[in-house]
């Protein structure tokens, strides 16, 4: 209540699945109302409302629609009147969508209200009744995202323009371009060969005038660069003049394909981007009619209100974003969600036990071995202990405040989710883009039987995370907190099909999410089924391997099929031995980590899909890091740019992907230690740059980019920009055991002290000693040497006591001078070089 006090209010059960809240106010003012089930609270709560005195003025409103929403459902609320006319009334609707208001008199002293927000967000909603706020007002509706799909395809158009000079360099690869508009904006541009075997530049033309591009060649300007190019008004893309028509742009029919049409040919060059968002993820198509126009067909599969944007260069076109009605039945999927309150975990200290809990059920802890890379480099194995079956922690005991990266492989190969980022100290950043999850129950399972994977949350910080799942039959969902910054889910369900498992952390999907899962039917006979050797060790590309499967005497058919890191499939070759064994022959042809998928009557069998690693010098996601200024704060129309290292992490597919406010320009080009990647955003917002190599967010991934500046294109729904690189081994500087990373040290070599009869003079035939004391001198490595008349000395021998103290002893054979060089790393002890007579 306002004064602060709690009150109940009267619950009854209206026996039909609803409920019924009763209250009888007591206070006059803004109330909160809390409806928790189970202990936890249900979406939108806690409900704001206001309550007035029957005394104070004539207008009143009330309703669902001034406190919460979802976007592409309508949201209605009442304004009583209570016999004033209702012709004094105004009413704004404020927020991130543009919203249009519909409103009906009652005629009984009340007005109808509806509005349609498009996006999530917060919406101010304001009443006035002859120039004055009524009470209450401005409300504040929370309108959520929940249940909605988006899909999108972009349609690129670019300018070409064909560079003065004939650039023989076949190695265009090597090459990089820009181009700089009048107004100084500058954005990568991309080089291509003409069939006259010049170079050409293609780009979007932002501008008229006279643009500058610059071709550089390992950060150098190759000849004649700088180029100049003029852009002409017609070539620069105008989303004013793009024509678009049809139906479908105003009423929709499920599982149909609804057609408009989209006419750029007299609007310039630039790229059509297409978004479509609802309740369920409409098919896109794009056909390009013979005359120059576009035909864009979208195939829904569930009735209600679907936002389109439609733009072109960056720019909404005319009415875009449009709202589409759309009817019929729909796929009967069904959605079951829960939510939890997670807490920050406490700041980690130095030298404090850490540890990370995954469950994996069904394996043999004899497999599994765990890293951890400090923020300087230094590696080391860690401790796995099994806590209860199938439950798994990683123990260490850090000795420096920053990010960690600990990888988990299970028969050398990182688990889903590996490698982890691991702060030790306070988080640098949090949000849902830092939330891991990983298991086989987010790649497939069988029904009726638990599908079970780990959420990681510790980086992310506090929050609510969402769990939902969406397919043929209402899931059971249960959650089970480890209380570390981690915590187990299981579902299960009883229909077989397509399932979607979303995860949300803060009303944010976390990276990846929703997940496809596909669920298989019942078992049957698939688990009797075993696979015998199965090949370990050194397995190559190129060659065939084989193993064998017992089918114990189950009915059926068997089928196999082997996915390489690439994602192209191929058919396994499957020989009958006898009634009972079958061989399954497969060949491999990439490097990296493949899948056999073994199913029996379309069911896969106990352990499918097997995972295999192909050659020696496999791609590592663990070794290979991003930095740069292109990952901290970026300025709009400003090119920004950032290195990924791939030094001694193998081979493999990289794949940079920027989710941000607006597309983005970016190319990849290789440089010493790995490769550059340069883009330049054109709004401000929060960028999300995922680096992914063969598939696996390398630690950091996602990173969270904020970008200030202004404005440089229309703001829709979030963009995704995509760069794919096959890499080439690349290793440091120093050749082949540049792959040892160095400590890094921090010491002091005046403070080292050395005393003994051994530092002044010697003994030919003797022992001579003498001791060396660095406790106080930091960390690192002690070398002694000595030479004479006749060259170096003929023995030494050092022991290290403890506590960085040594006890040193030399003997030599000829007399005279020798000099004995101590250091402490690279500088000399106090003393040193000391002369020595023999």
């Known amino acids: 209540m306002p004064s602060g006090k709690v009150d109940k209010p009267v619950i009854q059960d209206n026996r039909d699945g609803t409920v019924s809240v009763k209250y009888e106010p007591k206070e006059e003012g803004i109330h909160e109302l809390v409806v928790k089930y189970n202990g936890e609270p249900v979406q939108g709560s806690p409900f704001k409302f206001h309550v007035d005195s029957i005394t104070s003025g004539y207008v009143t409103a009330y309703g669902p629609g001034l406190t919460h929403g979802i976007t592409g459902e309508p949201c209605n609320f009442t304004i009583s009147t209570k016999g004033a006319s209702a012709a004094g009334l105004t009413m704004a609707v404020e927020g991130p969508s543009k919203v249009d208001i519909n409103y009906h008199d009652n005629k009984d002293g009340t007005v109808a209200v509806q509005y349609l927000p498009t996006a999530p967000g917060e919406y101010h909603i304001s009443v006035r009744f002859g120039d004055k706020h009524i009470k209450g007002s401005p409300y504040v509706a929370k309108v959520t995202g929940e249940g909605r799909k988006r899909n999108q395809i972009s349609v690129g158009s670019c300018s070409e323009v064909t560079m003065p000079g004939v650039i023989t360099d076949d190695d265009l690869r090597a090459l990089n ?244 980022q691991f702060t030790v100290g306070p988080l640098h950043d949090f949000g849902s883009h830092l939330v891991k999850a990983g298991g086989s129950g987010l790649e497939r399972g069988v029904v009726g039987l638990p599908c079970e994977f780990n959420v990681w949350t510790r980086e992310a910080g506090g929050g609510s995370l969402a769990i939902s799942v969406e397919g043929p039959s209402k ?69 065939p391997y084989q193993f064998m499967v017992r089918k114990n005497g189950a009915k059926g058919e068997l089928d196999a099929k082997i996915v390489a890191p690439s994602g192209t499939d191929d058919d396994c070759f499957i020989q009958a031995i006898d009634a009972e064994m079958y061989s399954i022959r497969f060949y491999p042809r990439e490097n990296g980590i493949h899948a056999i998928h073994v199913k029996f009557n379309g069911v896969h069998i106990p352990g499918s899909p097997f995972r295999i690693k192909v050659g020696k010098d496999v791609a590592d996601p663990a070794a290979v890091s991003a930095s740069g200024s292109g990952l901290e704060t970026v300025k709009t129309g400003h090119k920004a740019d950032f290195i990924i290292n791939t030094c001694n992490a193998g081979v493999g597919t ?185």
């Open 177 to 420: 371009a820009s181009i700089q508009a009048p107004s100084g904006l500058e954005e990568p541009c991309f080089l291509k060969r003409m069939p006259t075997n010049n170079i050409g530049i293609s780009f979007t033309p932002r501008e008229i005038g006279e643009h500058m591009v610059s071709v550089k060649r390992m950060g150098k300007h190759i000849p004649n660069s700088p180029f100049k190019v003029t852009v002409m008004e017609r070539e620069v893309g105008d989303a004013k003049k793009v024509k678009v028509s049809g139906v479908g742009l105003k009423e929709g029919k499920t599982h149909a394909e609804n057609i408009f049409s989209v006419d750029t040919r007299n609007a310039g060059y630039g790229g059509l981007s297409v978004s479509i968002e609802g309740p369920s993820k409409a098919e896109i198509q794009c056909t390009d009619k013979d005359d120059g126009t576009l035909n864009i067909s979208y195939k829904p599969t569930e009735p209600g209100y679907y936002i389109v944007n439609l733009k072109f260069a960056d720019h909404h076109v005319e009415g875009s974003p449009f709202t589409v009605k759309v009817t019929g039945e729909g796929s009967n999927r069904k959605r079951e969600k829960i939510q939890r309150e997670r807490d920050a975990v406490p700041v980690t200290e130095i030298g404090s036990k850490c540890k990370l809990t995954f469950k994996m059920p069904g394996i043999t802890s004899f497999d599994l071995a765990a890293r951890v890379t400090s923020p300087s480099n230094v590696t080391e194995d860690a401790e796995i202990q099994e806590v209860e079956d199938g439950l798994y922690s990683v123990h260490f005991i850090p000795k420096e405040l920053g990010v960690h990266t600990v990888s988990v492989r299970y028969k050398d190969m990182h688990i889903p989710g590996s490698p982890f």
């Open 475 to 543: 899931a059971e969902i249960e959650f089970k907190d480890r209380k570390d910054g981690s915590c187990d889910v299981s579902y299960k369900v009883t229909e077989p099909g397509e399932y979607r498992v979303g995860l949300k952390f803060n009303d944010r999907h976390i990276p990846d999410s929703p997940f496809k899962v596909y669920i298989s039917p019942d078992a049957g006979d698939a688990h009797k089924l075993e696979v015998q050797q199965f090949p370990e060790g050194n397995i190559q590309a190129d060659a």
């Open 654 to 838: 990289l794949s940079v992907t920027i989710d941000g406010p607006s597309k983005v320009a970016m190319d990849c080009t290789e440089v010493e230690e790995g490769y550059k990647v340069r883009y330049t955003p054109l709004l401000p917002g929060d960028h999300y740059v995922s680096v992914k190599y063969n598939n696996m967010h390398i630690v950091g991934s996602p990173f969270r980019v904020s970008c200030e500046g202004d404005k440089l294109a229309d703001v829709g729904s979030q963009e995704t920009s995509t760069v794919v690189v096959d890499t080439v081994a690349k290793f440091s500087k120093g050749g082949k055991n540049a792959g040892i990373h160095m400590p890094t040290f921090k010491s002091d070599a005046t403070q080292v002290t050395s005393k003994g009869m051994g530092l002044k003079k010697a003994f030919i035939g003797k022992q001579n000693t003498f001791t060396v004391n660095a406790t106080d001198a930091g960390n690192n490595i002690l070398y002694v040497g000595m030479y004479g008349p006749k060259g170096p000395c003929e023995e030494f021998t050092i022991k290290h006591t403890g506590r960085n103290n040594y006890n040193v002893s030399y003997s030599v054979r000829d007399r005279g001078q020798y000099i004995l060089i101590v250091k402490w790393g690279d500088e000399n002890i106090p003393g040193s070089p000391f002369q020595i007579d023999v």
